[in-house]
Structure formats: structure tokens, C-alpha cells
């Protein structure tokens, strides 16, 4: 089942327990502050429970914290990014389809540049070509971004470059983890995917109209399934303990408007530059490339201008991807 947004009303009664997270609440004071009915309160610390937010009392004493929550609602999204482009206008969902549709479906009716949409759940979290997302509640970051780049079309792949050096930046900042970006836009830690990007648009001729970056990250999975496990993992599996989800997003979307400028001011080939810096896939990698009917081995040979990938055969032919799947050959 798809429900709508988070009602700001909820989101209000998030940030109220946080704002007095040292303190219990009585619960007729909070009924009035956010303008709903006593036994919508109830309703709704009910729902924060199921979700993990851990919160003690009783509605004839009044609501406490037991700890800070770790969900992410826009007004603690919008707190950690005060005069924020990317980020200023946060949309969550406790459960959608995908967020990657959401942002589309928003941005056709002129959502502005910078907005993020979130879900603690998608139902449908997809990948490229129709790939499936894994996207356990609550345990992943699930965020779409809609941008309005001033750009041409061919620039879309840059952007997803972009994404892939923002999350690994914001990964080492957050946890202290490592990750090596796999091209175009894998994030692994140990050799395992726990960051992935799906870049989608919508263009005119000459000029990118919209474009969402699609962004899931496992932060706290305690484990992967079964078919995922070989090749998957979250910053708790590799760093041995839990992370704010919270800390994690706001430096993602810190990162991403920092790279954001950057391109805007520097062009494409300083993110093309920034990225053959942070992966080891950029050069001299021995690889097996899967492209639409090839199927190959060879070794990266560096990015091109466009961000498109150069790679020599075996038998010396040099091709130019921009699109398909690599995979390390040991
Ligand atoms: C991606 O596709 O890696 C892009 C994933 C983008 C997900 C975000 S979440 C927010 C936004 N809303 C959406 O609906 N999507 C975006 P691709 O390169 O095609 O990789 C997909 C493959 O990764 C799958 O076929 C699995 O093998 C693997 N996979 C699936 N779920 C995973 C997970 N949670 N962690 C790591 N690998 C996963």
C-alpha cells in the first residue's frame, strides 16, 4: 500500500519531542501546540512506536524521549542544513512505491529545484533497467533529489558521477568508512554495494528540464538477504556499530550541493577529475564488462570528458562505455 506524505502536523509533533526531549510532555499540551485532537496524539506516538521511535509515557501523564529518534522528518532534515539549496523543501513518506517516483511525479508539477523526498520504506524501490532496491524500513536512506540544472542532457551523466563522490565523501565523514566508487555509480565498502544511484530525467532538446537523483544507502541492515549477501552490505555490518541515518543524509545532501556547485562553476571536468581521484576503477583495473551483447574482459583506461568510461580488450581494441555493468577481475 502507497500512503501520502507525512502530515506536517506529525512532523511538528516529532520535532516538539525533540525540542523537549528532556522533559515529559503532557499530552493536552501538545494536542493544542499542533492543533489536533487528544486521541490523534495517541494515534500518532502510536505509529512513531512502530517505527522504533522510542518513546515513554502514557496519555493521561504525558510523552517523553527515551532517546533521540533516528527517523527522518523534514524538520530535522531542514534543522541539520540551515540555509540550505539542496534540502530547503523536504517531502517524507513513511512508506511509497519509490521515491524516485514521487520526485518525478513532483516535479511535474513544479516542485523547485532542491527538493528531497524521503521514505522510512518503498515498496517498490527500483534500480536501473528495472532492477529491484532492497529497502528495509527504517534501516536505509531512501532519498530522491529533484534539480533543475542549467545544463545540456549530454551533462546528465556527470551528475550521476557527482552523486557517487558526494555519497563516498559523505560516508567517510559520517562513519569514518571508505568506500571505492565502482563505475558509474556503485558505492562499496570491502568490495560490497552499500550505495547506489539512479539518475533520471526529463529533457528538452537542448537543455535538462528536471532531473531526480535517486539515492538508497544501507545504513544500519543488520543483515542482508540471502540473495544480496554476497555482494551487498551496510555501514553497520562494516563498521560494527549503528549510525544516525540523520547525520548520514545531512552530509549526503551537504556533499551533493558542494559537487553541485562545483560542476555549475568548474564544469564537467572537474567532477570527471574528483571522481578518477576517489575510484580505483578509474584506471588500470582489470575488469568484465556486461554490455547490451558483449560480454568481456579488460582494463579501465580512464574517464573521458563526458564521463563515459574507456576500457582496452584483451585484445587491444579500445571501446568507450556509457552504459552497462563492471565487475573486478581478481
Ligand atoms: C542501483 O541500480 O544501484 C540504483 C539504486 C537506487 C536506489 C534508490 S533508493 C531511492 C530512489 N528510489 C528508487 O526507487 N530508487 C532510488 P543498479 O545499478 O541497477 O543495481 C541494482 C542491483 O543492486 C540489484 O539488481 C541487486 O543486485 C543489487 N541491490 C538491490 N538492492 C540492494 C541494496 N539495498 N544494497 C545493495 N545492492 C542492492
Not at 532542491?114 to 528495472?130: K, P, S
Not at 536512506?141 to 540544472?149: G, M, T
Not at 574528483?274 to 582489470?286: D, F, V
Request: proline residues 4%; charged residues 25%.
Amino acid at each position: 500500500m502507497t500512503i501520502g506524505p507525512t502530515d506536517h502536523k506529525l512532523d511538528r509533533l516529532v520535532h516538539l519531542l525533540v525540542r523537549n526531549a528532556t522533559v515529559v510532555v503532557p499530552g493536552p499540551k501538545i494536542a493544542s501546540e499542533i492543533g489536533v485532537s487528544r486521541s490523534t496524539v495517541w494515534e500518532w506516538i502510536e505509529k512513531l512506536r512502530e517505527l522504533g521511535v522510542a518513546i515513554k509515557g502514557h496519555p493521561r501523564h504525558g510523552y517523553q524521549l527515551e532517546k533521540l529518534p533516528d527517523i527522518l522528518a523534514p524538520s530535522l532534515v531542514r534543522a541539520e542544513l540551515p540555509n540550505a539549496e539542496i534540502g530547503h523543501k523536504v517531502i517524507h513518506y513513511f512508506r511509497t512505491d519509490s521515491t524516485n517516483s514521487a520526485a518525478l511525479e513532483l516535479g511535474e508539477q513544479a516542485a523547485p529545484h532542491g527538493t528531497v523526498v524521503i521514505a522510512e520504506e518503498q515498496t517498490a524501490g527500483r534500480g536501473r533497467l528495472g532492477r529491484k532496491w532492497y529497502s528495509e524500513k527504517s534501516s536505509g536512506i531512501y532519498a530522491s533529489i529533484v534539480l533543475r540544472p542549467p545544463l545540456a542532457p549530454a551533462t546528465a551523466p556527470v551528475l550521476t558521477l557527482m552523486a557517487g563522490v558526494a555519497a563516498q565523501n559523505a560516508v567517510r565523514a559520517a562513519t569514518g568508512l571508505s568506500g571505492d566508487i565502482r563505475w558509474p555509480n556503485d558505492l562499496l565498502i570491502n568490495g560490497k554495494k552499500v550505495c547506489g544511484i539512479l539518475t533520471e530525467m526529463r529533457a528538452e532538446v537542448d537543455r535538462l528540464h528536471m532531473v531526480v537523483l535517486g539515492i538508497g544507502i544501507n545504513v544500519n541492515q543488520s543483515s542482508m538477504p540471502d540473495e544480496l549477501r554476497e555482494i551487498a552490505t551496510s555501514l553497520a555490518l562494516e563498521g560494527g556499530r549503528h549510525y544516525s541515518r540523520l547525520h548520514v543524509l545531512a552530509e549526503l545532501l551537504r556533499d551533493i550541493e558542494r559537487y553541485y556547485h562545483m560542476l555549475l562553476n568548474e564544469g564537467s571536468a572537474a567532477i570527471v577529475r574528483e571522481w578518477s581521484a576517489a575510484s580505483s576503477y578509474a584506471e588500470g583495473k582489470r575488469v568484465r564488462v556486461k554490455a547490451s551483447r558483449d560480454d568481456y574482459s579488460a582494463v579501465t583506461s580512464g574517464l573521458d570528458a563526458s564521463g563515459a568510461l574507456k576500457v582496452c580488450r584483451d585484445d587491444g581494441r579500445q571501446e568507450l562505455l556509457v552504459a552497462g555493468e563492471i565487475t573486478e577481475l581478481k
